[in-house]
């Protein structure tokens, strides 16, 4: 009886260690978009969609939108996003082209132009 009770603790406590490395190893994502260019919205819109839809891109990490736009958007969507009318985050990251992505690797933000959905999941995905 000890034993297996041993070896359930040892089961749980391992379980318990990957769970917490995953959820401390996730990867932080920002994508840089301006509204008010219908094709930027459309990629915006696209993700949220693949984003609602699949529950192993959300625990994967987190991807952030912030919107440079002058209007801001209503953030009634899965992913976050966020309307940076007072360019903090635009002077924080400094995109070049827009939409553009950073990645959060080893603590510093790795910048790449975008061109469709396809590489915010590699991004989620940590590649």
Request: glycine fraction near 6%.
């Amino acid at each position: 009886m000890n034993r297996s009770l041993f070896f359930g603790v040892l089961l749980f406590l391992s379980v318990f260690e990957t769970a917490a490395g995953k959820v401390q190893g996730r990867v932080e994502c920002f994508v840089f978009i301006d509204t008010a260019i219908p094709e930027q919205l459309a990629l915006f819109k696209q993700f949220n969609r693949e984003y609602y839809s699949s529950p192993t891109l959300q625990q994967l990490g987190s991807m952030t939108f912030i919107n440079i736009g002058l209007q801001p958007l209503a953030n009634t969507t899965t992913v976050p996003l966020i309307n940076d009318t007072t360019g903090i985050w635009v002077r924080k990251f400094k995109p070049q082209n827009l939409p553009a992505m950073f990645s959060m690797h080893q603590g510093k933000p790795v910048q790449q132009a975008l061109k469709d959905t396809r590489e915010m999941r590699q991004c989620l995905q940590g590649q």
